[in-house]
T-cell receptor, first 115, second 112 residues
Framework: DARVTQTPRHKVTEMGQEVTMRCQPI?????VFWYRQTMMQGLELLAY????????DSGMPKDRFSAEMPDATLATLKIQPSEPRDSAVYFC?????????????FGEGSRLTVL | AQSVTQLGSHLSVSEGALVLLRCNYS??????LFWYVQYPNQGLQLLLK??????LVKGINGFEAEFKKSETSFHLTKPSAHMSDAAEYFC??????????FGTGTSLTVIP
């Protein structure tokens, strides 16, 4: 059963530490999204890639966040340095889009707590 | 710009009662519309989607939604709530497939 895999599922770290979250999209999907979910803001789009190229990262704090797709099977979201306000659940989602709206398949999320 | 409004952040219904979750959207072109469900500590799962064609869309777990262009709405319904329906429900809209805009979600509680 194809699914989006995210690691780690849970991460507790101290302020100032680097955090890297990883996502393995569903094989064959050409688009990967990163979302952040908090009680206050709901689901926020951070960045997304099509065919590994970044299309939009306007939702990310540029000074501390970075997103990459080193290859088609791996997307990463890095926070350096982390801050308590970054505490949230980070979701990766992938989909196959060819000019029409496909559907998003979400991973189970990475719950980040920054102390 | 697109936006999605979900009326009511919380909804409580009795088991067996009708479930109605409201979603209104704004879009400059005919949109693609989605409902996702999120169970505790899980990611979002697709319930149903509207792209083109029939405006009444049937999804999983007995849910359905109707696209009403004149009302810019895509409300989600289920005739009879089950305890297992307790979850968070998100409406989403996309015009091009490049961006998905999600509503703020409605938390459904089912009372036995």
């Amino acid at each position: 059963d194809a699914r989006v895999t995210q690691t780690p599922r849970h991460k507790v770290t101290e302020m100032g530490q680097e955090v890297t979250m990883r996502c393995q999209p569903i094989l064959g999907h050409n688009t990967v999204f990163w979302y952040r979910q908090t009680m206050m803001q709901g689901l926020e789009l951070l960045a997304y890639f099509r065919n590994r190229a970044p299309l939009d990262d306007s939702g990310m704090p540029k000074d501390r966040f970075s997103a990459e797709m080193p290859d088609a099977t791996l997307a990463t979201l890095k926070i350096q340095p982390s801050e308590p306000r970054d505490s949230a659940v980070y979701f990766c989602a992938s989909g196959l889009f060819w000019g029409l709206a496909g559907e998003l398949f979400f991973g189970e999320g990475s719950r980040l707590t920054v102390l | 710009a697109q936006s999605v409004t979900q009326l009511g952040s919380h909804l409580s219904v009795s088991e067996g009662a009708l479930v109605l979750l409201r979603c209104n959207y704004s879009s400059s072109v005919p949109p693609y519309l989605f409902w996702y469900v999120q169970y505790p500590n899980q990611g979002l799962q697709l319930l149903l989607k509207y792209t083109t064609g029939a405006t009444l869309v049937k999804g999983i777990n007995g849910f359905e939604a109707e696209f009403k262009k004149s009302e810019t709405s895509f409300h989600l319904t289920k005739p009879s709530a089950h305890m297992s329906d307790a979850a968070e429900y998100f409406c989403a809209v996309s015009e091009t497939g490049n961006q998905f805009y999600f509503g703020t979600g409605t938390s459904l509680t089912v009372i036995p």
